[in-house]
């Protein structure tokens, strides 16, 4: 039996290292919406003003994959403005083709990172990232994402040694 590959993830600092770097808005945004709102890559190519509610911090995902709707809140970090996002919000929709954004963030991530990445890390990475930084509780993470089965979910949360590292251990 062959064993399951475990797929790549980056940091919120590695994250900040490639928006840094990008020149386009529209790339800036989706690789933001990617990581924060862990969104598919064909989510965030479909997101349309109207899904956004920036007053109560929501955003509507329609018709993603298996044809389910959910909510979704818009993550502190973006409703803080982090490199004009809830500004940018306003110029959706994207205006670029899924193929387009996984190969931008495959170049980018390879030219800032040095590191063979596509778009679908990013969603691994904010799923990741809400568990062990956020402190989300997996059922959370679960109903974020979307998933029918918790199961799928524990594929996308990662452990890193430094994680482990920075728990406090208690006797």
């Known amino acids: ?59 509507m995902i329609k018709q993603a994959k298996g044809k389910k709707d959910r909510h979704i809140p818009i993550i502190k970090p973006l409703q803080i403005n982090q490199s004009g996002v809830l500004h940018a919000l306003n ?7 899924e193929r387009a954004l996984e ?4 170049n980018k991530a390879k030219e800032v990172l040095n590191k063979d990445l596509h778009f679908h890390t990013l969603r691994h990475s904010g799923a990741t990232w809400l568990l062990n930084k956020k402190r989300w509780d997996v059922r959370q993470v679960q109903r974020f994402l979307g998933h029918a089965k918790l199961q799928t979910t524990e594929i996308y949360c990662h452990v890193s040694p430094q994680d482990l590292v920075e728990l406090e251990w208690e006797d």
Do not use: W
């Open 91 to 97: 110029k959706l929709p994207i205006n670029c083709g």
């Open 103 to 106: 190969i931008a963030f495959k």
């Open 1 to 59: 039996m062959k064993g399951r590959r475990i797929p790549e993830t980056i940091t919120e600092d590695e994250l900040v290292k490639i928006i840094s770097k990008t020149k386009r808005n529209n790339h800036k945004l989706a690789f933001l919406l990617g990581f924060y709102q862990a969104m598919r890559v064909s989510e965030v190519v479909n997101l349309k003003l109207e899904n956004v509610d920036k007053k109560q911090h929501l955003i």
